[in-house]
Each structure stands twice: as C-alpha cells, then as structure tokens.
C-alpha cells in the first residue's frame, strides 16, 4: 500500500469531487461540507506523510500502470513537489472551512469544483511528463472557469470571458509547443528530455528553441508575467473570497513549470540550448514587478489591490528564476510559501470586510462602518504586515533571502531596487486602505453579519502559518535548499539521477 502514496494526492480529490457530485452528498449541503472538509483534512495528512517520507528516503518514482519512463506516464515526488502539496492542501482546507460559513449557498458545486481544482493544481505538482502538465493545466482551468462565476452577476461573467478566451489560447500555443518538443526531442519526459537537450541534432537546435520560447509564453500566462497578465487583477478582483484564496497558488503553478523547464530541461548542461530564456526572463520579470508597483498605487478596491500584490510577488519570483542560483531557488521557494499564503489571508479578510460592509463593499470610499471593527482590524493589520514583509511575519525572511541572494550576483543593481520599491508601494496602499476601510466611517452599522466561527478558523490558520514559518525558518529554508538542489541537478527517471 505504501508504494501507492504518491498516487493518492490525485485519487482522493478526483474520487471526492465524484462523490461530492453523487447523491446523496449532493442533495444536502451540510453532508458536502463535512464530506469536502474531511477530505481536505486527508490530503493534508497524505502530503505531509509524503515530505517525511522524502525527506528521509529522496525522490520517489510512481509509474502508472508499471509503464515505465520514457514511454509511460510517471508522477514525480520530491522535495519542491512535496512542499506545494502541502501548501495546496493546507489552502484547500482553509478555503473548505470558509466556504461552509455561507459562501457555499450562493451557487451550486462549490465544494466538488475545489475538489477537481486541487486535482489540476496537485497533478501539475507531481507529473514527470509535459503532456500531462498540459493535460492537469486543463483540469484546474476547466474547475476554474467555473468557480470564478460562482454566484454570478454580470462583472463575473465579463471577466470570466476575458479569463477563458486567453487561457484557451495559451492551450492552443501549449499544443503547438507539445508537438514542437515532441518533434525535436522524440520525448516529452521531462527527465528524459533533460538527458538529452545536450544532445540535439544541429538542424533541430532552432526548432528547440522555438518550442522552448513558445512554452515560455504559454507558462509566463499562467503566472501572469508582462505583458501577459491583464486577466488577472480583473478575475481576482471579482472572484468568490475563498475561490480569489485558491486562485492565489495557480500562478505558482507557471512559476513551478519555468522551474522544470528553463531551469532543468534548459539549464546550464542543455548544450545550444541552455538558459535560453534567460534574456528575455530579465527585462520581463523586472517589467512584471514594476507594473505590479504602479497597479498596486492606483487600485480602488482591497481585493484589486490583492490581485495586483499577487503581480509583485510573481515579478520578485521571476526575477530569481532569472537569477536561476542555489540560493535564489531557495529564496524564492520560501517566498512563494509566503506570497501564497498572505496574499490568500488578504483575499478571505476582504470577503469579511464586504460581508459587513453593506453595498460600499471593499472600495476605499467613506462608508458605514464594519461590525466588528477590532476584530477585522486585527486580522487587517497582520495581514497587511505580511504582505509589505516587515518584521516579525515572515515575509520580511522571504525578501531577505532573495536580497541576500541577490548581492552573490552582478544584478543586485536590478534587483534591489524593484524589491525595496514594491514593499513601499504596499505600506502605502495598504496604510491607506486600512485608514479608509476602518477609520473614515459615517453613520452606525445595522447589519447584523458576524464573522461565523467558521471563517473565522479559517482566517486564524493563515494567520497562525506565517509566524509559524518565521519559527521554523531555519527547517523551511533548509528543506527549501534541498528542494532547489533536486530541481536543478534534474528529475529522476526510474530509479537513476537523470
């Protein structure tokens, strides 16, 4: 049985979105809500057991179906793939407790839709093979599609067509880039394509490359990377609070895939091929993190100005890609532990702040004040002390790492500087919107909403996480090296160090 753990991440959030579809868990709210929180609970329990048992035996290697690689479909469990299923679990159940506060009754299939997107999001986690990162791509888009209209209204249904039509044209040039890869390599294992991007026939080199370049802008989409990321403020924006929450690890997801490609398949021993994303990553990361600065100033909303906080952290994320180091991998590991974690808090506190806001909502205008002002300031301001990265949240620790990593380069110059500035731009929004949101009220608040206990759980679990880390930074960082260590010395194939 124990050989068969690395399957389950996949089995138990497929088999539950099935049986939270069937009746008759699909009749009854409060029979879903238990079924789906158990379920969280038990891929967190699996994920957590699969970095111990990584941590103390390396990487494991399941073959579906005993087909071995290169010919069959492997799934791939080590050290940086085992610490994003833990993070998605630990958000999944956080999202399932807060939708059961009441965001579950405004659409029908909430709970099986988080299923089947923790299904695409954990499956491009832990698949070897490109075509089946395309194939999991899919399925957290398809669950995403659906759950960013969850509740409906017209603004949901606007962004939610520009969301669609963009992503299905970042599937058609994956394809394409798939038949590319396929045509050059004869593989698309990514193990076995790193063994032999070295090896490339002269006459195939520019198609290679063409394949490559074309799989960085279908990843550079996903993860929002400019120019490619106007559909993101607006979807985050308008999204269901808890459904903005899982939102916040997809763009991780392309981040992880420049990972495995352009710093594996196309590393530094790829021959005529390697690192050649490594120009245009430069200019575009650092064009990321500055747009994401002048967003950032000009947002109107607290969850816009999320979304556009989730376009910094991808540009200083991009920006270590670039860097591609050791120590920049490590950096950047812990950092998007951070950035996912705080961004998600922001977004379940400004589904509170609404909730309690009346019709002024979360846009930073003179309104009626919330009904619980000290409770939701509380968790507003360490939120916000996340998300700027001051000390003691481990955000500072996060931007540290990758300001230190950073200096061991020649672009410190390019790097410092959009860092330093993003974190002010966030103290400065994020002082004006708490000042608006709490401080600048007119009248008295008849709403009776009250944060459920609940939600309430859920927000104090993100909460209590970033401190958490700040405690077990050294243990983090340290896993987080050995993480950086399996990526770039490359995927296994079988049971050999490809």
Known sequence: MLQHLPVLPLLIPLLGGVLLLSPPLATTLRRQRVTGTLLALLQLAVAVYLL?????QGTLVYAMGEWQAPFGIVLVVDHLATLLLVLTAFLLLCVQLYSCGGEDQ??????????FQALGIQGAFLTGDLFNLFVFFEILLIASYALLIHGGGPQKTLANVHYVTLNLAGSALFLFALGIMYGTFGTLNMADMQQRAAHIPANNVQLAKSGAMLLLVVFGLKSAMMPLHF?????????????????????????????????SIFGDNAGDLANIAQPWLWPLAWLTLAVGV?????????????????????????????????????????YMIHSTLAT???????????????????????????????????????????????????????????????????QAGWIWPPILLASLAALIMLSRSGGTLFWRTRGENSNPTRVSPVQLTAVCLLVIALPLMVAFADTITQYAQRAAQDMLLGLKVGGDRA
């Not at 111990?52 to 103390?56: A, G, I, P, R, Y």
């Not at 405004?106 to 299923?115: E, Q, V």
């Not at 690890?249 to 420049?258: A, E, F, P």
């Open 106 to 115: 405004h659409g029908k299939f909430l709970h099986p839709l988080l299923m």
């Open 344 to 410: 998600a808090l922001m977004f379940l506190i400004a589904g509170l702040i609404i909730n309690q806001r009346g019709k002024a909502e979360d846009r930073f205008v003179q309104a009626r004040p919330v009904a619980q002002p000290a409770l939701l300031g509380a968790l507003f301001f360490l939120a916000a002390l996340a998300l700027i990265g001051m000390p003691p949240i481990s955000g500072f620790i996060g931007k540290a790492l990758m300001l230190k990593a950073a200096l061991a380069s020649e």
């Open 231 to 263: 559909w993101l403020p607006r979807a985050y924006a308008v999204a269901p609070a808890p459904v903005a929450a899982l939102f916040a690890i997809m763009t991780k997801v392309g981040i992880y895939s420049l990972w495995r490609v352009h710093s």
């Open 294 to 334: 002048v967003a950032t100033l000009a947002s109107q909303t607290l969850r816009a100005l999320t979304a556009n906080l989730v376009i910094v952290s991808i540009g200083s994320l991009l920006l270590m890609v670039a860097l591609n180091t050791l120590e920049a991998t490590t950096s950047a590991i812990y």
């Open 52 to 56: 111990l048992q990584v941590d103390q």
